[in-house]
């Protein structure tokens, strides 16, 4: 609904033979707005009780013959996620092929964990499949200004090492914590307010790259960057945590 309402009715429309369904997350309705975001660990949870019993009955009515204008399904492509979507296919007798944005190369071992040569094949010029780069090597690279994080603790790290200043987006966990330090007690972010919209997210970016606020972030980044060592960082968050 909110790629709806951002792009128009139009949005979505595709090509003839494709179009989209959906299935129920199984969250209650939103008590306001409903562009409003949502808590994180909630449809994570939500999803992972809710979504079998759905899923499974759309699986069953686009295999329907008698009443469904499709071919039947014969393959499923699923967010790594959603590990609901193993279980429905097991159900019917299809593959599943889950999708991840990036395949860290020592993250599993044995030969099912390489993709055959026909998925790449049949993929070709319509997908991509991202290697594995580390991404402290990433924020060392002499082209990034700036890292849009969740700021997770590794992130943070990681982008203090690298003296990059950041535009953060707090969702949960501890993730706030560390906003607020890198925000407020570092110099080294700004935030993004909780009521998303990308006119501010443009501003913010814009900011970051060649505002006075982005100037005097990279110049506390390289600051904090001397003291850029991942056990310098870790035994002050310990310190911090446990006194």
């Known amino acids: 609904m909110r790629l709806l309402n ?3 009715p139009n949005s979505l429309d595709g090509l003839p033979d494709f179009h989209f369904q959906t299935i129920p997350d199984g969250l209650p309705p939103a008590p306001t707005d409903a562009d409003t975001t949502q ?5 994570c ?16 009515k686009l295999n ?42 020592d993250l599993v071992i044995g030969e ?13 010029g319509r997908g991509l499949m991202a290697k594995w780069r580390p991404q402290e090597e990433v924020l060392n690279h002499p082209a990034i200004e700036g890292f849009l994080t ?28 560390n906003c607020r330090f890198a925000c407020t007690a570092w110099g080294v972010g700004m ?10 997210v443009e501003k913010l970016v814009r900011e970051l790259m060649d505002g006075e606020k982005g100037e005097e972030d990279e110049e506390e980044g390289h600051g904090v960057e001397e003291k850029g060592r991942r056990g310098y960082w870790s035994e002050w968050f310990i310190k911090l945590e446990f006194g």
Do not use: Y
Not at 45 to 60: E, S, V, Y
Not at 191 to 200: F, M, Q, S
């Open 39 to 43: 808590d994180i660990p909630s449809p």
């Open 191 to 200: 935030e993004i307010d909780n009521d998303v919209e990308r006119n501010e």
């Open 150 to 177: 969740h700021s997770g603790w590794n992130s943070t790290i990681e982008s203090l090492c690298g003296g990059v200043p950041m535009v953060c987006w707090p969702f949960f966990a501890e993730q706030q914590t």
């Open 6 to 8: 951002s792009r128009g």
């Open 112 to 124: 099912s964990a390489v993709l055959p040569p026909e998925f790449i094949q049949e993929t070709k």
């Open 45 to 60: 949870d939500t999803t992972r009780k809710n979504c079998l019993d759905p899923f499974g009955k759309l699986l069953a």
């Open 64 to 105: 329907h013959t008698s009443s469904s204008d499709v071919p039947p399904v014969t393959c499923i492509f699923s967010d790594g996620v959603m590990s609901f979507s193993v279980i429905a296919a097991e159900e019917i007798g299809v593959p599943i092929v889950p999708f991840w944005k990036c395949m860290r190369h």
